[in-house]
Antibody
Framework: EVQMVQSGAEVKKPGESLKISCKGS????????IGWVRQTPGKGLEWMGI????????RYSPSFQGHVTISADKSISTAYLQWSSLKASDTAIYYC?????????????WGQGTMVTVSS | QSVLTQPPSASGTPGQRVTISCSGS????????LNWYQQLPGTAPKLLIY???QRPSGVPDRFSGSKSGTSASLAISGLQSEDEADYYC???????????FGGGTKLTVL
C-alpha cells in the first residue's frame, strides 16, 4: 500500500527546537518530490516547500525560507521538517504530500498530518 | 491574503449543481495547470481534480473542473451530503517559484 506516515503530535514551548518526520512506503521514495503544507487552526493551506529525496534539492516558499529546514534521508525513506526556534504562530497542522501521479505539484498522496502546538 | 481567490462559502441542496470559482493571475493559473483538493472535516486534503480537468482514479464524475485564462472553476453535480467539505484550488506560481493555494471554500449541503 502506498502511504506517507507522519510522526505524532507535539507540544512545545516557544524557543524550543523540533523535527517532525514523514515516512513514505509502497513506492519509489527517491523518485518523487515531497512537499510540506501548513494548515493553521481554522485557516487554509499554505505551501512551505519541497524536496527531491534523490539528491535533497530543496525549494522553499519565501514565507518560510529561513524559519524552517526541510531535509530527507533516502536510506530510510523519510523526509523531515524542522525548526530551531519555535514561535506560538507555528501552532498548526503540518502535512507532507507527494505527486505520485507524476503530474507536477498535483499532490495525490498525503500524510495524516502532525499537529504542532507551541505554547508557554 | 491568499494568492488565489475563492469565495469563502458555497451551498446547495441535495441533487443540485454548484460551482466554486478560483481566480488568479498570469503567473499562476494563466500559465500553469490548476488542481483542486477536497478536505473533509478532520482529514488530510484529497486531490480531486488535476491538470485543470482530470479526475484521479476513484473520484466520481460528478466532479469536474475547467479553466479559462486566469480563472478556474470546480463544478459538483448531483450534490450529496458527503460532499460537505472545504475545497481548495492550487497552482504553481512562476513569480513566487512555488505552489499557491486559494483560501478555501466551505461547501454546505443544506
Amino acid at each position: 500500500e502506498v502511504q506517507m506516515v507522519q510522526s505524532g503530535a507535539e507540544v512545545k514551548k516557544p524557543g524550543e527546537s523540533l523535527k517532525i518526520s514523514c515516512k513514505g512506503s509502497g513506492y519509489s521514495f527517491i523518485s518523487y518530490w515531497i512537499g510540506w503544507v501548513r494548515q493553521t487552526p481554522g485557516k487554509g493551506l499554505e505551501w512551505m516547500g519541497i524536496i527531491w529525496p534523490g539528491d535533497s534539492d530543496t525549494r522553499y516558499s519565501p514565507s518560510f525560507q529561513g524559519h524552517v529546514t526541510i531535509s530527507a534521508d533516502k536510506s530510510i525513506s523519510t523526509a523531515y521538517l524542522q525548526w530551531s526556534s519555535l514561535k506560538a504562530s507555528d501552532t498548526a497542522i503540518y502535512y507532507c504530500a507527494s505527486p505520485l501521479l507524476g503530474v507536477p505539484w498535483a499532490f495525490d498522496i498525503w500524510g495524516q498530518g502532525t499537529m504542532v502546538t507551541v505554547s508557554s | 491574503q491568499s494568492v488565489l481567490t475563492q469565495p469563502p462559502s458555497a451551498s446547495g441542496t441535495p441533487g443540485q449543481r454548484v460551482t466554486i470559482s478560483c481566480s488568479g493571475s498570469s503567473s499562476n493559473i494563466g500559465s500553469n495547470t490548476l488542481n483542486w483538493y477536497q478536505q473533509l472535516p478532520g482529514t488530510a486534503p484529497k486531490l480531486l481534480i488535476y491538470n485543470n480537468n482530470q479526475r484521479p482514479s476513484g473520484v466520481p464524475d460528478r466532479f469536474s473542473g475547467s479553466k479559462s485564462g486566469t480563472s478556474a472553476s470546480l463544478a459538483i453535480s448531483g450534490l450529496q451530503s458527503e460532499d460537505e467539505a472545504d475545497y481548495y484550488c492550487a497552482a504553481w506560481d512562476d513569480s513566487l517559484n512555488g505552489v499557491v493555494f486559494g483560501g478555501g471554500t466551505k461547501l454546505t449541503v443544506l
